[in-house]
């Protein structure tokens, strides 16, 4: 049973990922690529019926990681405070920014809110990508100081750094060299992941550009993916048991490489949409494979005093698991239904829905 | 540690009292929006659709608000609240993890299809997303009451050795005595609200001579809805609460009332005082005898627990502010039915619209009921206090063991700043719609 809702988590983290990345990534370019109104305007029409929507996902996941995994909830939660606490100050500017540009027709207000929603999106890929990179470092369970545990055996703190950016160091911090570069890698393919999205709902002018770019940074995600291949080794002695042992889990990198390499087509594609295929197919597949290299860990341990937290000892009570099926296929039912209804209305380009204008 | 907990509780309550500003108007308005857009199914009268529009607009941009500032709720339980989610996260995360997946899915899929969508779908189905978005929202509140229920009178749990709660009875959650009383008497009370709103602004449209066609249907329709929510915030759904907490926290119940001694043939009913915590007492005290016992158990003479028969550190933390809250709450609840009676009265005459002292204290009635919503959780959650859930874990063995108090000062100094950036938004926006009027409300629709 732990397993099925671990399954569950993982696969709306992933919708997620899917969903609100590609407004991570429209954002990022409409920051350093939308030169003209006509180009902000056509970015912000093809995520501004759905970004709301999307944000859901991510309430969902934490629904479902508080009610199947209470303790893994309390404890990174609490651990990464201040991290989550500017997600959340950011993804209220994300949605400020982009629903107030279009309520004053002036020139500075607009360009207030461009910013704070570009920079919002810029910063919220960064720290999703940083967030990764912390849970596949682990942390210091139970802040262990010479060999012995001041806080009980499942909870830490971390600050946002320490001052040798190394995450070897005895004193961890949020942003180290290693979750950095995942921050990095994850702003790049979002930034990709964006760019193919507003290529697929729109007919811009930017279309053209926004191919070379993504073109261009697939380059460089390609030597990212194969650095961090190299710079896993640091973090995790052995990343690859899980696939050794099961070599069918090897599919998921195998999709994350079909991805990265479709990619390289993205000038001569026939539809619109298959680049935004292939990034999603990039993005889920990595997202799975970096789940499936510390599995059945959730949040590693630094320490050899306190144990990893697993998905087995994290988790609720069987009872309340069990229940939770009862609600939870019905649930999952409509939100198909709705997601479905929802983009049928909104399919095609949306160009000319004029989102956000007052 | 004292500190620490300070910060936690002020972040809490800082935080889902702005939130709870906005969905407390959009469930009640979505009920009134669907009712506009019903009158203009049947009968074909364009300002019906004019009037569904215009508060469609002010419902948009009040769930947008509702919605930014509820993720962070979901998020504290665990940033700041790491051990009591750790405990009872079996149990509460269900009722919460229902909420993500039953409401907030149904009301954004169809909430830019509800704004956007008109042409699309025709009036018919257009009918039908705002019933889905009401549903949602309703079934939010629905939830969230549900976990709130458990906290006041948890049910249907075992503890476990390591001190966690385990859900054992998964039904009993929904059958909790406390949930459906607390929850008609939220649903009416938000109705309270968002009738006062729509009622307040006709009377100000009215006043100022704008959109007087308009001013007259919102104050009639926000009068006769006004009418119909107060009295049932009263009764029966206020009055079934406080027999719950009569019966289940009787030292509540008490401070609420602001009863320091037992009386034993039957306690006064406290309409004004100042509680004197310290020598136990009401300063400057006007009370009606007898009527607490008669309003609570329907005999004069009953007696009624006082602060006294309880263990101290079984008393609400705060019984000064518990009784204020009370008191408020009970106070405009009663001054909202005398306003709506008597504006009914005139309505039923032909004199409401011209009775101009009337139409100025109901445009000016607007932000009570939100007071009055806001004390009314408060009495709900000072409460239950010095617990989390009741009788059972303690606030302060809640809190995050990890987080520092000055990491949480510095996240609740950054609420604090980012929400007042917010309701100036707000506010700036909202004056631009009601300025604007029906008249001039365009949705986006044909442009789809």
Redesign the interface.
């Known amino acids: 049973m732990e397993f099925f809702w671990y399954v569950v988590l993982m696969g709306i983290l992933a919708v997620y990922l899917v969903l609100d990345g590609y407004d991570f990534g429209a954002g990022i370019i409409h920051l350093f690529f939308a030169d003209t109104e006509k180009d902000k305007k056509a970015i912000t029409n093809a995520i501004g019926?759905?970004w709301?929507?999307n944000?859901?996902w991510?309430?969902?996941a934490?629904?479902?990681l508080?009610?199947?995994f209470?303790?893994l909830?309390?404890?990174?939660?609490?651990?990464f405070?201040?991290p989550?606490?500017m997600i959340?100050?950011l993804?209220?500017f994300r949605?400020?920014g982009l629903?107030?540009r279009g309520?004053v027709h002036n020139h500075m207000w607009e360009s207030i809110w461009d910013k704070a929603f570009g920079i919002a999106s810029l910063l919220l890929a960064l720290f999703f990508g940083i967030a990764l990179g912390n849970i596949v470092r682990g942390v210091n369970l139970g802040?262990v100081q010479n060999g012995v545990s001041t806080?009980?055996a499942?909870?830490?703190?971390l600050p946002l750094w320490n001052p040798t950016f190394s995450p070897q160091a005895n004193e961890l911090g949020i942003i180290d060299w290693f979750t950095l570069f995942l921050g990095i890698v994850s702003v790049v393919a979002l930034t990709i992941h964006g760019a193919n999205w507003i290529i697929y709902k729109t007919n811009s002018a930017l279309n053209p550009k926004l191919k070379k770019v993504v073109f261009a940074l697939n380059i460089v995600l390609l030597i990212l993916v194969c650095i961090s291949l190299q710079v896993w080794h640091f973090i995790e002695p052995k990343p690859f048991h899980n696939f050794v042992e099961n070599p069918i889990l090897w599919f998921f990198p195998i999709l994350t490489f079909v991805g990265i390499l479709g990619l390289f087509k993205v000038r001569s594609f026939k539809k619109d949409g298959h680049g935004f295929l292939f990034s999603t197919l990039f993005l889920v597949g990595g997202f799975a494979s970096t789940a499936v290299s510390i599995f059945p860990n959730v949040l590693p341990s630094t320490n050899k005093v306190n144990p990893s937290l697993t998905i087995y000892n994290t988790a609720?009570?069987e009872?309340?698991l069990n229940?939770?099926l009862?609600?939870?296929f019905i649930?999952?039912f409509?939100?198909i239904i709705?997601?479905i209804?929802?983009y049928r209305?909104?399919s095609g380009k949306m160009d000319?829905?004029?989102?956000g204008?007052? | 540690m004292e500190e620490m907990l300070f910060y936690d509780r002020m972040q809490f309550a800082f935080t889902i009292t702005f939130h709870y500003l906005f969905p407390q108007l959009t469930m009640g308005l979505s009920l009134i929006i669907v009712y506009f857009k019903w009158k203009y199914l049947k009968t074909k009268d364009e300002q019906y659709n004019h009037a569904t529009h215009f508060w469609m607009k002010i419902f948009a941009l009040n769930f947008?608000m509702g919605?930014?500032?509820g993720?962070?709720m979901?998020?504290q339980?665990?940033?700041?609240w790491?051990?009591f989610?750790?405990?009872?996260?079996?149990?509460?995360?269900?009722t919460?993890?229902?909420?993500?997946?039953?409401s907030?899915?149904?009301e954004?899929?169809?909430?830019?299809?509800f704004l956007?969508?008109e042409k699309?779908l025709g009036h018919k189905w257009h009918f039908v997303t705002g019933l889905l978005i009401m549903i949602g929202s309703w079934a939010s509140g629905f939830l969230i009451i549900a976990t709130h229920s458990w906290m006041q009178n948890p049910v249907g749990y075992e503890i476990?050795e390591n001190g966690?709660f385990?859900?054992?009875n998964?039904q009993a959650l929904f059958l909790n005595p406390w949930l459906w009383p607390s929850y008609l008497h939220n649903q009416a009370a938000s109705l309270v609200t968002s009738s006062f709103v729509v009622a307040g602004i006709g009377a100000f449209y009215i006043l100022s001579k704008k959109n007087v066609s308009f001013g007259k249907l919102f104050l009639k329709t926000g009068v006769i809805f006004g009418l119909i929510s107060s009295i049932f915030v009263a009764v029966p759904t206020g009055d079934l609460l406080a027999k719950n907490v009569v019966k289940y926290q009787p030292v509540t119940f008490a401070g609420m009332e602001g009863i320091f001694h037992t009386e034993k043939k039957g306690s006064e009913i406290v309409l004004i005082g100042q509680p004197d915590v310290k020598d136990k007492k009401l300063d400057n005290k006007i009370a009606v005898p007898n009527i607490l016992s008669f309003l609570t158990y329907g005999n004069w003479n009953q007696e009624i627990k006082g602060l006294d028969q309880f263990e101290e550190d079984l008393h609400p933390t705060n019984i000064s502010g518990l009784y204020y809250a009370y008191h408020i709450m009970v106070g405009l609840g009663t001054v909202f039915i005398g306003l709506m009676v008597f504006s009914l009265f005139q309505l039923i005459r032909g004199k409401l619209f011209e009775t101009k002292w009337l139409l100025w204290s109901l445009m000016f009635m607007m932000p009570f009921p939100y007071i009055a919503n806001t004390t009314g959780w408060y009495t709900a959650e000072l409460g239950r206090q010095p617990w989390l859930v009741y009788n059972l874990l303690r606030t302060a063995s809640g809190a995050?063991?990890?987080?520092?108090s000055g990491?949480t000062l510095?996240?609740l100094l950054?609420f604090i700043g980012?929400y007042l950036l917010?309701g100036m938004?707000f506010l700036l926006?909202v004056g631009?719609i009601i300025n604007k009027g029906p008249h001039n409300v365009e949705l986006?629709t044909e442009?789809?």
Request: negative net charge; proline residues 3%; hydrophobic residues 55%.
């Open positions: 019926p759905f709301d929507a944000e859901v991510l309430i969902a934490g629904g479902v508080f009610f199947a209470p303790t909830y309390a404890s990174s939660f609490s651990g405070y201040l989550l606490i959340l100050w993804l209220i949605a400020i629903e107030m309520q802040m806080q009980e499942h909870y830490f703190f609720a009570h009872y309340g229940a939770g009862s609600w939870f649930a999952l409509l939100v709705y997601f209804i929802q209305v909104f000319d829905i004029g989102y204008e007052h | 947008a919605v930014v500032t993720i962070p979901e998020f339980f665990g940033t700041n790491a051990k989610s750790e405990l009872t996260g079996g149990i509460i995360g269900q919460l993890a229902m909420e993500g997946m039953f907030f899915f149904l954004s899929s169809f909430l830019g299809i956007f969508g699309l476990l966690k385990v859900l054992n998964f995050s063991p990890t987080v520092s990491n510095f996240t950054g980012l917010l938004l926006l631009k986006s442009k789809i």
